[in-house]
């Protein structure tokens, strides 16, 4: 049972980036999913969530209107892709099934 990112990398402030998130060992059609980031020396902060069909998506103020979570659960693949990217968004990202289950991460920096 895992979830791996990739995607992540360094960009200059007003680019974009595509974040994905393999999942494996459970059924991936049957979860709700998120992703969650956290900033160095800050506690994580939560991202985005969908809903098990992709009809439903929820964002945080922060990220509202520049971010678009997404998945294909014939892939058992989710997704971010993040527009117009901004220096306060550089973090860690990680997607998470639930307490119980996030990957490792793939790091975002935004930077000039």
């Known amino acids: 049972v895992q979830l791996v990112e990739s995607g992540g990398g360094m960009v200059q402030p007003g680019g974009s980036l595509r974040l994905s998130c393999a999942a494996s060992?459970?059924?991936?059609?049957?979860?709700?999913m998120r992703w969650v980031r956290q900033a160095p020396g800050k506690g994580p902060e939560w991202v985005s969530t969908?809903?098990?069909?992709?009809?439903?998506?929820y964002y945080a103020d922060s990220v509202k209107g520049r971010f678009t979570i997404s998945r294909d659960n014939a892939k058992n693949t989710l997704y971010l892709r993040m527009n117009s990217l901004k220096p306060e968004d550089t973090a860690l990202y990680y997607c998470?099934?639930?307490?119980?289950?996030r990957g490792q991460g793939t790091q975002v920096t935004v930077s000039s």
């Open positions: 998470a099934r639930d307490a119980r289950l």
């Open positions: 060992g459970f059924t991936f059609s049957n979860y709700d």
């Open positions: 969908i809903n098990t069909g992709g009809g439903r998506t």
